[in-house]
Structure formats: C-alpha cells, structure tokens
C-alpha cells in the first residue's frame, strides 16, 4: 500500500497526463462525449472520475432521480457537475481553483444543454460560495498527502497531492456550513490517501465521517495492489462516538 500512497508517484503521473501524446481534445465517459483543455485532470488516464459517479448513483446520465442544488468542488472538466444537472437537480455549481477546469465546464455545460443549471466558478474550495447554500456539497478530492512544505509545480498538480492535507481539513470544517437544511457534505476519498489522519482531524474539528458507499479496484500501474474508493459523508459530532 505504501506504494498507492507515494506523491512522488502521484506528481508523476500528473506529469505524464499532461504530457503523453495520446492526450485527447475530447473523451467518452456514459456513452457521452466531453471536451478536455489542456492543463485539466483527464478522467480518460484515471478510474477515479467514473468511480465518483458510480458512488454517488450518477452512472447513468440524463435517468434522473436527483433534485435541488449541488456543488461540486474540484470540477475540473465538470463531468460530474453536467452529470448532476442532467439527472434533475435545478441549480448546479461546478468549483475549482484551476480557470481552465472552470472554463472546461462550461464548455461541457454547454455541449450537454444545461448550461442554464450549471455555473461555472472559480474558486478556492469555498472561497467564492460562502453565502450560498446547497442540498449536496460533493468533492472527489486530490486525496494522496504530499508533505507539508511541498510547494506545486503547476496548478495541474493541485488535482493529485494535497500537502499537509490543508484541503481536506478545509473541506471537512467547511462543508457543513454551506448545507441547506437536511442536505448532505459528502468526500470521495480511497485508501491511495491516509485515512486515519483524515479521521484525527474531522474529530478535531467536531465531524463525523461516515463511509455510505465503497468499491474496490484493481489499478493497473500498482501491479496487484486493490485500492478502496469511498464515499464519505462529513456531518456534526452528534457525541455518540461515530466515525
């Protein structure tokens, strides 16, 4: 496992998706297709996009079955955001820090016909969003630890290593805040990351993780390593020691 765990192998494989001549303008993803920018994560040379979807019951574009307002943090090419719009929520935020991830997903928002439901945002985590509320607040987060003092490369890197896990303690204080009454704070996170840490802080901050759903993968490049993809949902320590 320690190897799935290594960010020198994490940047390094954000360098090799930027840089291999295979990389597409346009990809298939649900039987759809979507624009790819440079300088954007591409799901094409990762599972992790079509593991979230699956997660969280978006695996099949345009059925249906969602309603209300959903952020998702970290959109890159706004996969998941179009997802959401398409399957019936009403107003739809597609967030990252990187501008040609938020260019990206208006592009797709666009291509898919919901670019009235869907904003594209530029912002850093909640940054620009403070005063909105949503009914699901979603991000499949850069969940491998890089050390504190890495300092990034590019802002490509920003969608493989989070140094410190500045982000994710952000997102798991955070989130909540920004959830209209009964709606849900939900993380992708997998074994790839440190969960164990993740768990120390969210106590520290007085959250629960709850796992609601987990698939298992063989991923290729680790040889026979099995990495577990989970859904985790971020609530209020309600003091009866869950999580």
């Known amino acids: 496992m320690v190897g799935t765990q290594s960010f020198v192998r994490s940047l390094e494989r954000s360098r090799l998706s930027l840089t ?10 649900l039987g759809l297709r979507w624009d790819l920018l440079d300088e954007v994560f591409a799901p094409v040379f990762s ?47 597609a967030a990252d820090v990187n501008p040609r991830a938020v260019e990206n997903a208006a592009l ?19 940054s620009e969003l403070r005063e909105e509320r949503f009914d699901t607040v979603f991000w499949s987060s850069n969940y491998v630890r890089a050390p504190e003092d890495y300092t990034y490369g590019s802002m490509h890197e920003r969608a493989y290593v989070d140094p410190g896990y500045r982000a994710h303690r952000r997102y798991v204080a955070e989130a909540p805040l920004l959830l209209a009454p009964g709606g849900r ?52 320590d309600d003091g009866a020691g869950r999580g």
């Open 185 to 236: 704070a939900l993380l992708h996170f997998s074994s790839r990351g440190v969960l164990g840490e993740l768990r120390e802080f969210a106590r520290e901050y007085g959250r629960h993780l709850e796992v609601v759903g987990s698939v298992e993968l063989v991923e290729g490049e680790y040889g026979d390593d099995v990495v577990e993809h989970l859904l985790l949902e971020i609530g209020a």
């Open 20 to 29: 291999r001549p295979d990389r597409p303008v346009e990809f298939e993803l």
């Open 108 to 126: 797709n928002a666009a291509r898919h016909g919901v670019a009235d439901r869907v904003r594209a945002v530029r912002s850093d985590l909640f």
């Open 47 to 93: 599972p992790s996009t079509a593991v979230a979807l699956d997660l969280l019951g978006l695996g099949q574009a345009g059925r249906g079955g969602w309603s209300g307002s959903f952020l998702e943090i970290g959109c890159g090419t706004g996969v998941i955001a179009v997802c959401a719009a398409l399957a019936g929520c009403e107003r739809v935020v």
